[in-house]
Protein backbone atom coordinates (compact mmCIF):
# COMPACT_ATOMS: atom_id res chain seq x y z
CA UNK A 1 0.00 0.00 0.00
CA UNK A 2 1.47 3.78 -0.56
CA UNK A 3 2.32 5.73 1.87
CA UNK A 4 -0.42 8.48 1.02
CA UNK A 5 -3.25 5.85 1.97
CA UNK A 6 -1.48 5.74 5.15
CA UNK A 7 -1.73 9.32 5.86
CA UNK A 8 -5.42 9.18 4.87
CA UNK A 9 -6.41 6.47 7.52
CA UNK A 10 -3.92 8.33 9.79
CA UNK A 11 -5.92 11.39 9.34
CA UNK A 12 -9.27 9.49 9.41
CA UNK A 13 -8.45 7.58 13.08
CA UNK A 14 -7.62 11.53 14.47
CA UNK A 15 -10.98 13.00 13.10
CA UNK A 16 -12.80 9.98 14.50
CA UNK A 17 -10.94 10.20 18.20
CA UNK A 18 -11.84 14.11 17.79
CA UNK A 19 -15.63 13.27 17.26
CA UNK A 20 -15.63 10.68 19.66
CA UNK A 21 -14.06 12.80 22.60
CA UNK A 22 -16.97 15.25 21.70
CA UNK A 23 -19.40 12.95 22.44
CA UNK A 24 -16.84 11.24 25.76
CA UNK A 25 -17.39 14.28 27.17
CA UNK A 26 -21.31 14.78 27.02
CA UNK A 27 -22.42 10.94 27.60
CA UNK A 28 -23.18 9.13 30.49
CA UNK A 29 -25.52 8.65 33.46
CA UNK A 30 -25.60 12.70 32.92
CA UNK A 31 -25.77 13.89 29.63
CA UNK A 32 -24.48 17.08 29.37
CA UNK A 33 -25.58 19.13 26.30
CA UNK A 34 -23.30 21.29 24.47
CA UNK A 35 -24.71 24.68 25.66
CA UNK A 36 -24.05 23.50 29.34
CA UNK A 37 -20.29 23.62 28.70
CA UNK A 38 -17.90 26.48 30.21
CA UNK A 39 -20.77 27.95 31.89
CA UNK A 40 -20.83 28.00 35.86
CA UNK A 41 -23.38 25.65 35.68
CA UNK A 42 -22.44 22.35 38.18
CA UNK A 43 -22.26 20.30 35.84
CA UNK A 44 -19.17 21.99 34.40
CA UNK A 45 -17.58 20.01 37.38
CA UNK A 46 -18.53 16.84 35.69
CA UNK A 47 -17.23 17.14 32.19
CA UNK A 48 -13.68 18.94 33.73
CA UNK A 49 -12.97 16.77 36.62
CA UNK A 50 -14.76 13.25 35.79
CA UNK A 51 -15.04 13.12 31.98
CA UNK A 52 -12.02 15.03 30.86
CA UNK A 53 -9.35 12.87 32.49
CA UNK A 54 -11.50 9.84 31.48
CA UNK A 55 -11.63 10.49 27.48
CA UNK A 56 -7.65 11.33 28.08
CA UNK A 57 -6.81 8.62 29.42
CA UNK A 58 -8.84 6.19 27.05
CA UNK A 59 -7.03 7.83 24.61
CA UNK A 60 -3.60 7.63 26.07
CA UNK A 61 -4.31 4.01 27.09
CA UNK A 62 -6.02 2.48 23.86
CA UNK A 63 -3.30 3.80 22.22
CA UNK A 64 -0.63 2.16 24.13
CA UNK A 65 -2.32 -0.60 23.61
CA UNK A 66 -2.51 -1.00 19.86
CA UNK A 67 1.02 -0.22 19.60
CA UNK A 68 1.94 -2.33 22.14
CA UNK A 69 0.09 -4.97 20.25
CA UNK A 70 1.68 -3.83 16.79
CA UNK A 71 4.88 -3.82 18.16
CA UNK A 72 4.81 -7.54 19.21
CA UNK A 73 3.14 -8.80 16.70
CA UNK A 74 5.93 -7.43 14.16
CA UNK A 75 8.75 -8.83 16.36
CA UNK A 76 7.27 -12.03 17.12
CA UNK A 77 5.79 -12.33 13.85
CA UNK A 78 2.84 -13.78 15.07
CA UNK A 79 -0.93 -12.05 14.65
CA UNK A 80 -1.95 -13.02 17.96
CA UNK A 81 1.11 -11.85 20.36
CA UNK A 82 -0.47 -8.66 22.60
CA UNK A 83 1.18 -7.53 25.72
CA UNK A 84 -0.59 -10.43 28.07
CA UNK A 85 1.38 -12.70 25.94
CA UNK A 86 4.54 -11.49 27.24
CA UNK A 87 3.86 -11.47 30.73
CA UNK A 88 3.83 -7.72 31.33
CA UNK A 89 0.14 -6.78 31.90
CA UNK A 90 0.58 -9.62 33.96
CA UNK A 91 3.22 -8.25 36.25
CA UNK A 92 1.48 -5.33 36.12
CA UNK A 93 -1.36 -6.74 37.82
CA UNK A 94 0.65 -8.77 40.33
CA UNK A 95 2.24 -5.53 41.37
CA UNK A 96 -0.97 -3.89 41.78
CA UNK A 97 -2.59 -6.88 43.81
CA UNK A 98 0.86 -7.23 46.10
CA UNK A 99 -0.31 -3.94 47.37
CA UNK A 100 -3.53 -5.49 49.29
CA UNK A 101 -0.42 -7.09 51.71
CA UNK A 102 0.91 -2.94 52.20
CA UNK A 103 -2.01 -1.20 52.01
CA UNK A 104 -3.42 -2.25 55.30
CA UNK A 105 -4.35 1.19 57.49
CA UNK A 106 -2.87 3.39 54.53
CA UNK A 107 -5.59 3.62 52.31
CA UNK A 108 -3.46 5.82 49.98
CA UNK A 109 -4.53 6.07 46.04
CA UNK A 110 -1.57 6.30 44.75
CA UNK A 111 -0.70 2.51 46.29
CA UNK A 112 -2.22 0.65 43.13
CA UNK A 113 -1.35 2.38 40.26
CA UNK A 114 2.41 2.32 41.96
CA UNK A 115 2.27 -1.23 42.65
CA UNK A 116 1.26 -1.68 38.94
CA UNK A 117 4.55 0.13 37.38
CA UNK A 118 6.63 -1.30 39.76
CA UNK A 119 5.08 -4.90 38.87
CA UNK A 120 5.65 -4.17 35.07
CA UNK A 121 9.19 -2.43 35.47
CA UNK A 122 10.25 -5.77 37.24
CA UNK A 123 8.30 -7.83 34.64
CA UNK A 124 10.58 -6.47 31.90
CA UNK A 125 13.49 -6.85 33.50
CA UNK A 126 12.48 -10.32 34.51
CA UNK A 127 11.55 -10.96 30.71
CA UNK A 128 15.17 -10.09 30.07
CA UNK A 129 16.79 -11.60 31.91
CA UNK A 130 14.58 -15.11 31.07
CA UNK A 131 15.27 -14.43 27.43
CA UNK A 132 18.63 -14.31 27.72
CA UNK A 133 21.22 -12.66 25.98
CA UNK A 134 20.51 -13.53 22.55
CA UNK A 135 17.80 -12.67 20.18
CA UNK A 136 16.57 -16.00 19.73
CA UNK A 137 12.77 -15.33 18.92
CA UNK A 138 12.06 -18.66 20.80
CA UNK A 139 13.80 -18.20 23.92
CA UNK A 140 11.70 -15.06 24.25
CA UNK A 141 8.06 -16.14 23.74
CA UNK A 142 8.87 -19.32 25.54
CA UNK A 143 10.61 -16.47 28.28
CA UNK A 144 6.61 -13.89 27.88
CA UNK A 145 5.00 -17.25 28.41
CA UNK A 146 6.67 -18.39 31.53
CA UNK A 147 6.53 -14.73 32.82
CA UNK A 148 2.77 -14.80 32.72
CA UNK A 149 2.18 -17.75 33.78
CA UNK A 150 4.52 -16.69 37.44
CA UNK A 151 2.86 -13.66 37.51
CA UNK A 152 -0.38 -15.07 36.88
CA UNK A 153 -0.37 -17.70 39.50
CA UNK A 154 0.94 -15.16 42.04
CA UNK A 155 -1.88 -13.27 41.89
CA UNK A 156 -4.14 -15.93 42.19
CA UNK A 157 -2.13 -16.89 45.56
CA UNK A 158 -1.85 -13.19 46.73
CA UNK A 159 -5.64 -13.09 46.25
CA UNK A 160 -6.13 -16.08 48.10
CA UNK A 161 -4.04 -15.19 51.11
CA UNK A 162 -5.40 -11.74 51.46
CA UNK A 163 -5.52 -10.75 54.89
CA UNK A 164 -9.29 -8.67 54.10
CA UNK A 165 -12.02 -10.03 51.82
CA UNK A 166 -13.09 -6.84 51.05
CA UNK A 167 -9.42 -5.34 49.37
CA UNK A 168 -9.91 -8.68 47.36
CA UNK A 169 -13.11 -7.72 45.92
CA UNK A 170 -11.77 -3.81 45.33
CA UNK A 171 -8.99 -5.31 43.71
CA UNK A 172 -10.65 -7.96 41.75
CA UNK A 173 -13.42 -5.26 40.67
CA UNK A 174 -10.13 -3.08 39.62
CA UNK A 175 -8.64 -6.15 37.76
CA UNK A 176 -11.02 -6.26 35.81
CA UNK A 177 -10.14 -3.16 33.65
CA UNK A 178 -12.34 -0.20 34.03
CA UNK A 179 -11.48 4.13 33.42
CA UNK A 180 -14.48 4.86 35.60
CA UNK A 181 -13.35 7.81 38.43
CA UNK A 182 -9.98 8.16 36.94
CA UNK A 183 -9.21 12.04 38.27
CA UNK A 184 -5.78 14.13 36.43
CA UNK A 185 -3.98 12.00 39.33
CA UNK A 186 -3.88 8.86 37.21
CA UNK A 187 -3.39 11.19 33.76
CA UNK A 188 -0.60 12.82 35.10
CA UNK A 189 0.82 9.51 36.16
CA UNK A 190 0.57 7.60 33.64
CA UNK A 191 1.04 9.82 30.43
CA UNK A 192 4.83 10.34 30.96
CA UNK A 193 5.64 6.39 31.19
CA UNK A 194 3.25 5.91 28.21
CA UNK A 195 4.71 8.60 26.05
CA UNK A 196 8.18 7.64 26.59
CA UNK A 197 7.36 3.90 25.86
CA UNK A 198 5.45 4.61 22.69
CA UNK A 199 8.47 7.01 21.90
CA UNK A 200 10.91 3.42 22.28
CA UNK A 201 8.59 1.33 20.09
CA UNK A 202 8.51 4.01 16.97
CA UNK A 203 12.50 3.70 16.92
CA UNK A 204 11.92 0.24 16.10
CA UNK A 205 9.95 0.66 13.12
CA UNK A 206 12.58 0.30 10.41
CA UNK A 207 14.09 -2.84 12.38
CA UNK A 208 10.26 -4.52 12.38
CA UNK A 209 10.11 -4.08 8.46
CA UNK A 210 13.19 -5.53 8.03
CA UNK A 211 12.37 -8.78 10.07
CA UNK A 212 9.61 -9.43 7.55
CA UNK A 213 12.63 -11.48 5.85
CA UNK A 214 13.46 -13.47 8.87
CA UNK A 215 16.17 -12.81 11.65
CA UNK A 216 19.39 -13.26 9.32
CA UNK A 217 18.40 -10.99 6.73
CA UNK A 218 17.22 -8.48 8.99
CA UNK A 219 20.74 -8.84 10.49
CA UNK A 220 22.80 -8.72 7.15
CA UNK A 221 20.42 -5.35 6.44
CA UNK A 222 22.59 -3.49 9.32
CA UNK A 223 20.00 -4.03 11.67
CA UNK A 224 20.67 -4.34 15.48
CA UNK A 225 18.62 -7.43 16.64
CA UNK A 226 19.53 -7.08 20.39
CA UNK A 227 18.87 -3.20 20.71
CA UNK A 228 15.56 -3.12 18.78
CA UNK A 229 14.90 -6.25 21.45
CA UNK A 230 15.78 -3.65 24.14
CA UNK A 231 13.79 -0.71 23.09
CA UNK A 232 10.90 -2.92 22.54
CA UNK A 233 10.40 -4.42 25.89
CA UNK A 234 11.33 -1.42 27.77
CA UNK A 235 9.14 0.39 25.15
CA UNK A 236 6.08 -1.73 25.94
CA UNK A 237 6.71 -2.43 29.63
CA UNK A 238 6.04 1.20 30.24
CA UNK A 239 3.53 2.06 27.98
CA UNK A 240 1.06 -1.26 28.69
CA UNK A 241 2.62 -1.67 32.62
CA UNK A 242 1.77 2.14 33.00
CA UNK A 243 -2.02 1.47 31.33
CA UNK A 244 -2.57 -1.30 33.50
CA UNK A 245 -1.58 0.59 36.91
CA UNK A 246 -4.09 3.33 36.07
CA UNK A 247 -6.91 0.94 34.35
CA UNK A 248 -6.41 -2.66 35.31
CA UNK A 249 -6.52 -5.15 32.46
CA UNK A 250 -7.73 -4.21 29.19
CA UNK A 251 -7.40 -7.09 27.08
CA UNK A 252 -7.93 -7.42 23.45
CA UNK A 253 -7.12 -4.10 22.52
CA UNK A 254 -3.27 -5.06 21.44
CA UNK A 255 -4.65 -8.18 20.08
CA UNK A 256 -6.91 -6.89 17.86
CA UNK A 257 -6.10 -3.95 16.44
CA UNK A 258 -3.34 -4.75 14.40
CA UNK A 259 -5.29 -6.82 12.72
CA UNK A 260 -7.97 -4.24 11.92
CA UNK A 261 -5.49 -2.02 10.46
CA UNK A 262 -3.18 -4.23 8.04
CA UNK A 263 -6.41 -4.04 5.23
CA UNK A 264 -6.22 -0.52 5.33
CA UNK A 265 -2.50 0.60 5.60
CA UNK A 266 -0.97 -2.74 4.53
CA UNK A 267 0.49 -5.33 6.57
CA UNK A 268 4.58 -3.85 6.61
CA UNK A 269 5.11 -4.32 10.21
CA UNK A 270 6.67 -0.73 11.33
CA UNK A 271 4.00 1.40 9.17
CA UNK A 272 1.43 -0.55 10.92
CA UNK A 273 2.55 0.89 14.62
CA UNK A 274 0.97 4.49 14.68
CA UNK A 275 -2.15 3.70 12.80
CA UNK A 276 -2.71 0.90 15.48
CA UNK A 277 -1.91 3.31 18.41
CA UNK A 278 -4.76 5.57 16.56
CA UNK A 279 -7.20 2.50 15.93
CA UNK A 280 -6.57 1.32 19.51
CA UNK A 281 -7.45 5.01 21.02
CA UNK A 282 -11.14 5.28 18.79
CA UNK A 283 -11.60 1.48 19.75
CA UNK A 284 -10.63 2.37 23.87
CA UNK A 285 -12.75 5.38 23.71
CA UNK A 286 -15.35 4.04 21.77
CA UNK A 287 -16.01 1.14 23.86
CA UNK A 288 -15.86 3.54 27.04
CA UNK A 289 -18.63 5.53 25.91
CA UNK A 290 -20.74 2.50 25.04
CA UNK A 291 -19.91 0.72 28.46
CA UNK A 292 -21.58 4.22 30.12
CA UNK A 293 -24.67 4.42 28.59
CA UNK A 294 -25.78 0.53 28.16
CA UNK A 295 -28.91 0.50 30.56
CA UNK A 296 -27.48 -1.38 33.14
CA UNK A 297 -27.91 -1.33 36.67
CA UNK A 298 -23.96 -2.03 37.28
CA UNK A 299 -21.95 -0.09 35.04
CA UNK A 300 -19.77 -2.63 32.59
CA UNK A 301 -16.28 -3.16 33.16
CA UNK A 302 -14.35 -1.84 30.01
CA UNK A 303 -12.05 -4.62 30.23
CA UNK A 304 -15.11 -7.64 30.09
CA UNK A 305 -16.55 -5.32 27.19
CA UNK A 306 -13.76 -5.88 25.29
CA UNK A 307 -13.29 -9.52 25.68
CA UNK A 308 -16.65 -10.09 25.23
CA UNK A 309 -16.44 -8.01 21.97
CA UNK A 310 -12.68 -9.96 21.38
CA UNK A 311 -13.95 -13.52 21.35
CA UNK A 312 -16.19 -13.35 18.26
CA UNK A 313 -13.75 -11.13 16.27
CA UNK A 314 -11.38 -13.83 16.34
CA UNK A 315 -13.83 -16.43 15.39
CA UNK A 316 -15.14 -14.13 12.20
CA UNK A 317 -10.93 -14.03 11.57
CA UNK A 318 -10.49 -17.86 11.70
CA UNK A 319 -13.55 -18.43 9.55
CA UNK A 320 -12.46 -15.99 7.54
CA UNK A 321 -8.95 -17.36 7.03
CA UNK A 322 -10.20 -20.73 6.54
CA UNK A 323 -12.06 -19.58 3.57
CA UNK A 324 -8.84 -18.30 2.26
CA UNK A 325 -6.97 -21.73 2.95
CA UNK A 326 -9.86 -23.78 2.12
CA UNK B 1 36.12 -2.85 -4.25
CA UNK B 2 37.96 -4.53 -1.97
CA UNK B 3 39.15 -8.19 -1.85
CA UNK B 4 37.10 -10.58 0.68
CA UNK B 5 39.74 -12.75 2.77
CA UNK B 6 39.03 -15.38 5.06
CA UNK B 7 41.91 -16.72 7.19
CA UNK B 8 42.08 -20.19 8.90
CA UNK B 9 38.03 -20.25 9.49
CA UNK B 10 37.00 -22.93 12.05
CA UNK B 11 33.30 -23.52 13.46
CA UNK B 12 32.08 -26.24 15.17
CA UNK B 13 28.32 -26.26 15.66
CA UNK B 14 27.57 -28.17 18.75
CA UNK B 15 29.90 -31.66 18.49
CA UNK B 16 30.31 -30.89 14.43
CA UNK B 17 33.40 -29.14 12.97
CA UNK B 18 31.75 -27.40 10.57
CA UNK B 19 34.58 -25.78 8.97
CA UNK B 20 38.18 -26.56 9.36
CA UNK B 21 40.70 -24.49 8.72
CA UNK B 22 39.35 -22.32 5.68
CA UNK B 23 41.79 -19.75 4.10
CA UNK B 24 39.86 -18.06 0.64
CA UNK B 25 40.73 -14.92 -1.10
CA UNK B 26 37.96 -13.70 -2.86
CA UNK B 27 38.93 -11.18 -5.66
CA UNK B 28 36.18 -8.35 -6.70
CA UNK B 29 34.72 -8.87 -10.50
CA UNK B 30 34.53 -12.39 -10.61
CA UNK B 31 31.56 -14.50 -10.28
CA UNK B 32 32.87 -16.96 -7.23
CA UNK B 33 30.79 -20.30 -7.03
CA UNK B 34 30.89 -22.65 -3.90
CA UNK B 35 29.72 -26.50 -4.61
CA UNK B 36 30.34 -29.16 -2.76
CA UNK B 37 28.25 -32.39 -1.04
CA UNK B 38 25.32 -31.67 1.66
CA UNK B 39 26.46 -30.47 4.94
CA UNK B 40 29.87 -29.57 3.30
CA UNK B 41 29.41 -26.06 5.37
CA UNK B 42 28.88 -24.44 2.31
CA UNK B 43 26.26 -21.98 4.08
CA UNK B 44 28.17 -21.72 7.19
CA UNK B 45 30.76 -20.50 5.28
CA UNK B 46 28.84 -17.98 3.63
CA UNK B 47 27.28 -16.59 6.96
CA UNK B 48 30.76 -15.95 8.47
CA UNK B 49 31.95 -14.51 5.29
CA UNK B 50 29.01 -12.25 5.49
CA UNK B 51 29.83 -11.21 9.27
CA UNK B 52 26.89 -12.39 10.41
CA UNK B 53 28.18 -14.89 13.02
CA UNK B 54 31.45 -15.36 14.22
CA UNK B 55 34.25 -18.17 13.81
CA UNK B 56 35.59 -20.45 16.72
CA UNK B 57 38.43 -19.58 14.95
CA UNK B 58 40.01 -17.44 12.45
CA UNK B 59 38.36 -14.48 11.16
CA UNK B 60 36.91 -12.42 7.98
CA UNK B 61 38.15 -9.16 6.38
CA UNK B 62 36.59 -6.61 3.79
CA UNK B 63 39.95 -5.36 2.91
CA UNK B 64 42.00 -4.42 5.99
CA UNK B 65 39.18 -4.81 8.21
CA UNK B 66 37.70 -7.26 9.87
CA UNK B 67 34.21 -7.72 9.19
CA UNK B 68 32.72 -8.54 12.22
CA UNK B 69 34.11 -5.25 13.85
CA UNK B 70 32.36 -3.09 11.06
CA UNK B 71 29.27 -1.09 12.27
CA UNK B 72 26.51 -3.03 11.48
CA UNK B 73 24.77 -0.70 9.03
CA UNK B 74 28.51 -0.45 7.05
CA UNK B 75 28.47 -3.88 6.78
CA UNK B 76 24.95 -3.89 5.32
CA UNK B 77 25.82 -1.44 2.94
CA UNK B 78 28.47 -2.96 1.36
CA UNK B 79 27.73 -6.58 1.73
CA UNK B 80 24.91 -8.20 0.71
CA UNK B 81 23.41 -11.55 1.79
CA UNK B 82 20.80 -13.78 0.17
CA UNK B 83 19.98 -16.52 2.31
CA UNK B 84 18.94 -20.37 1.45
CA UNK B 85 15.72 -20.36 2.11
CA UNK B 86 14.51 -16.28 2.78
CA UNK B 87 11.65 -16.51 4.61
CA UNK B 88 8.57 -13.48 4.01
CA UNK B 89 6.79 -13.14 7.27
CA UNK B 90 4.22 -10.47 6.29
CA UNK B 91 1.63 -10.28 3.32
CA UNK B 92 3.15 -7.26 1.94
CA UNK B 93 3.74 -6.21 -1.33
CA UNK B 94 7.00 -7.25 -4.08
CA UNK B 95 7.57 -3.46 -4.48
CA UNK B 96 7.91 -2.92 -0.22
CA UNK B 97 9.96 -6.15 -0.07
CA UNK B 98 12.79 -5.30 -2.43
CA UNK B 99 12.69 -1.58 -0.78
CA UNK B 100 13.89 -3.31 2.35
CA UNK B 101 17.08 -4.03 0.09
CA UNK B 102 17.28 -0.13 1.11
CA UNK B 103 17.30 -0.38 4.86
CA UNK B 104 21.25 0.23 5.59
CA UNK B 105 21.15 3.58 3.48
CA UNK B 106 17.51 4.89 4.61
CA UNK B 107 18.26 7.18 7.55
CA UNK B 108 15.13 8.81 9.68
CA UNK B 109 13.74 10.62 6.56
CA UNK B 110 12.82 7.20 4.69
CA UNK B 111 13.52 6.88 1.43
CA UNK B 112 14.98 9.14 -1.07
CA UNK B 113 15.60 9.09 -4.59
CA UNK B 114 18.60 7.37 -4.83
CA UNK B 115 16.61 4.49 -2.62
CA UNK B 116 13.88 4.76 -5.27
CA UNK B 117 16.00 4.75 -8.02
CA UNK B 118 18.53 1.63 -6.74
CA UNK B 119 15.17 -0.38 -6.42
CA UNK B 120 13.93 0.31 -10.03
CA UNK B 121 16.95 -0.89 -10.84
CA UNK B 122 16.78 -3.95 -9.27
CA UNK B 123 13.32 -4.71 -10.23
CA UNK B 124 14.46 -4.17 -13.76
CA UNK B 125 17.45 -6.35 -14.03
CA UNK B 126 15.14 -9.27 -12.53
CA UNK B 127 12.23 -8.83 -14.36
CA UNK B 128 9.96 -8.05 -11.69
CA UNK B 129 8.61 -4.59 -12.73
CA UNK B 130 5.38 -6.14 -13.15
CA UNK B 131 4.72 -7.81 -10.12
CA UNK B 132 5.64 -4.63 -8.37
CA UNK B 133 2.07 -4.58 -6.71
CA UNK B 134 2.07 -8.35 -6.42
CA UNK B 135 1.51 -9.80 -2.29
CA UNK B 136 4.72 -11.88 -2.28
CA UNK B 137 2.33 -14.59 -0.83
CA UNK B 138 0.89 -15.09 -4.26
CA UNK B 139 3.80 -15.54 -6.05
CA UNK B 140 5.02 -18.65 -8.04
CA UNK B 141 8.00 -19.90 -6.40
CA UNK B 142 10.05 -18.74 -9.47
CA UNK B 143 8.58 -15.05 -9.13
CA UNK B 144 9.37 -15.38 -5.56
CA UNK B 145 13.08 -16.08 -5.86
CA UNK B 146 13.49 -13.30 -8.61
CA UNK B 147 11.91 -11.07 -5.93
CA UNK B 148 14.09 -12.17 -3.29
CA UNK B 149 16.92 -11.50 -5.62
CA UNK B 150 15.71 -8.21 -6.47
CA UNK B 151 16.01 -7.23 -2.99
CA UNK B 152 19.72 -8.52 -2.30
CA UNK B 153 21.08 -6.46 -5.62
CA UNK B 154 18.97 -2.96 -4.50
CA UNK B 155 21.91 -2.31 -1.67
CA UNK B 156 24.14 -2.58 -4.54
CA UNK B 157 26.57 -3.87 -2.09
CA UNK B 158 30.27 -4.31 -3.53
CA UNK B 159 30.05 -7.71 -2.10
CA UNK B 160 27.25 -9.86 -2.77
CA UNK B 161 26.78 -13.19 -1.13
CA UNK B 162 23.70 -15.71 -2.57
CA UNK B 163 22.84 -19.37 -1.11
CA UNK B 164 21.04 -21.20 -3.47
CA UNK B 165 19.92 -17.97 -5.40
CA UNK B 166 19.08 -20.21 -8.25
CA UNK B 167 16.77 -22.68 -6.80
CA UNK B 168 13.13 -23.19 -8.40
CA UNK B 169 14.02 -20.59 -11.15
CA UNK B 170 13.00 -22.25 -13.94
CA UNK B 171 15.72 -22.53 -17.09
CA UNK B 172 15.44 -19.07 -18.90
CA UNK B 173 15.43 -17.44 -15.22
CA UNK B 174 18.67 -19.55 -14.05
CA UNK B 175 20.08 -18.00 -17.81
CA UNK B 176 19.02 -14.54 -16.42
CA UNK B 177 19.89 -15.18 -13.39
CA UNK B 178 23.71 -16.41 -14.33
CA UNK B 179 23.79 -13.34 -16.59
CA UNK B 180 23.10 -11.33 -14.00
CA UNK B 181 25.34 -12.57 -11.41
CA UNK B 182 28.56 -11.69 -14.31
CA UNK B 183 27.18 -8.42 -15.23
CA UNK B 184 27.17 -7.75 -11.29
CA UNK B 185 30.83 -8.93 -11.34
CA UNK B 186 32.19 -7.76 -14.76
CA UNK B 187 30.51 -5.18 -15.23
CA UNK B 188 29.91 -3.13 -11.87
CA UNK B 189 33.43 -4.75 -10.92
CA UNK B 190 31.03 -6.21 -7.61
CA UNK B 191 32.75 -9.19 -6.09
CA UNK B 192 29.95 -11.94 -6.07
CA UNK B 193 29.91 -15.14 -4.35
CA UNK B 194 27.56 -18.12 -4.75
CA UNK B 195 26.77 -22.05 -3.70
CA UNK B 196 25.45 -24.18 -5.99
CA UNK B 197 24.77 -27.75 -6.63
CA UNK B 198 23.78 -27.69 -10.12
CA UNK B 199 26.78 -28.31 -11.64
CA UNK B 200 26.31 -27.48 -15.09
CA UNK B 201 24.94 -23.74 -13.46
CA UNK B 202 27.75 -23.66 -11.68
CA UNK B 203 29.70 -24.29 -14.77
CA UNK B 204 28.38 -21.65 -17.07
CA UNK B 205 28.51 -18.66 -14.55
CA UNK B 206 31.75 -19.35 -12.33
CA UNK B 207 34.59 -17.43 -13.21
CA UNK B 208 35.80 -19.56 -10.12
CA UNK B 209 35.20 -22.65 -8.57
CA UNK B 210 35.39 -23.66 -4.78
CA UNK B 211 34.91 -27.32 -3.91
CA UNK B 212 34.53 -28.06 -0.16
CA UNK B 213 34.06 -31.40 1.41
CA UNK B 214 33.81 -31.96 5.18
CA UNK B 215 34.30 -28.43 5.79
CA UNK B 216 38.01 -27.96 3.32
CA UNK B 217 38.24 -27.08 0.41
CA UNK B 218 39.46 -29.89 -1.48
CA UNK B 219 39.97 -27.80 -5.14
CA UNK B 220 40.06 -24.16 -6.08
CA UNK B 221 40.34 -22.92 -9.41
CA UNK B 222 38.57 -22.12 -13.10
CA UNK B 223 35.74 -23.97 -13.77
CA UNK B 224 37.50 -26.46 -16.04
CA UNK B 225 39.78 -27.47 -13.94
CA UNK B 226 37.02 -27.91 -10.95
CA UNK B 227 34.84 -30.00 -12.36
CA UNK B 228 36.99 -32.91 -13.66
CA UNK B 229 36.29 -36.73 -12.76
CA UNK B 230 38.84 -36.56 -10.55
CA UNK B 231 37.69 -33.80 -8.14
CA UNK B 232 33.82 -34.77 -8.08
CA UNK B 233 34.72 -37.93 -7.29
CA UNK B 234 36.39 -37.04 -4.08
CA UNK B 235 33.88 -34.38 -3.40
CA UNK B 236 30.63 -36.26 -4.03
CA UNK B 237 32.07 -39.95 -4.18
CA UNK B 238 30.53 -39.90 -7.75
CA UNK B 239 32.06 -41.41 -11.05
CA UNK B 240 31.28 -38.96 -13.29
CA UNK B 241 32.23 -38.49 -17.47
CA UNK B 242 32.57 -35.11 -18.83
CA UNK B 243 31.32 -34.62 -22.70
CA UNK B 244 32.23 -31.55 -24.13
CA UNK B 245 29.30 -29.05 -24.41
CA UNK B 246 28.82 -25.87 -26.63
CA UNK B 247 28.86 -23.31 -23.65
CA UNK B 248 30.90 -25.69 -21.40
CA UNK B 249 31.08 -29.19 -20.17
CA UNK B 250 28.11 -31.36 -19.70
CA UNK B 251 28.44 -33.35 -16.71
CA UNK B 252 27.17 -36.93 -16.39
CA UNK B 253 27.18 -38.98 -13.13
CA UNK B 254 27.71 -42.49 -14.12
CA UNK B 255 27.13 -43.95 -10.72
CA UNK B 256 28.23 -44.03 -6.64
CA UNK B 257 31.88 -44.81 -6.48
CA UNK B 258 32.68 -48.37 -5.51
Known amino acids: MSERLSWRWIAAFLIAIAVLSVLSLAAGKVWIPLDAWFTPDLRWTIIAELRVPRTILAIAVGAALGMCGAALQGYTRNPLADPGVLGISSSAAFGAVMTLYISAGMGSPWLLPVGGIIGGVVGTVLLLLFSGATSSLVAFILAGMVLNTIAGNGTALALNLAPTPWAVNEIIHWLLGSLVDRSFDEVTFALPFIAVGMAMLMTTTRALDALTLGEATARSLGINLERMRLMLVVGVGLAAGASVAVTGVIGFVGLITPHLVRPLVGSRPGAVLLPSALCGAVIVLAADIVVRILPSVVELKLGIAMAVLGGPFFLMRLIAMRRVTA | ?258
Request: glycine share 10%; aromatic share 2%.
Open chain 2, 1 to 258: MNTLIAHDLHVRLGDKPVLQGIDLTLAPGQVTVIIGPNGAGKSTLLTRLTGLAAADRGEVRLGDQPVRAMPARLRGQRIGYLPQTPEVVWPVTVRALVGLGRTPFIGGRGPDATDLEAVARAMQATETEVLESRIVETLSGGERARVLLARAIAGEPEWLLADEPMAGLDPSHQLDAALLFQRLAHVDGRGVVVTLHDLHIAARVADRIVVMAEGRILHDGPPAAALSPDVLRAAYGVRARLWPGEKGPLIEILDRDA
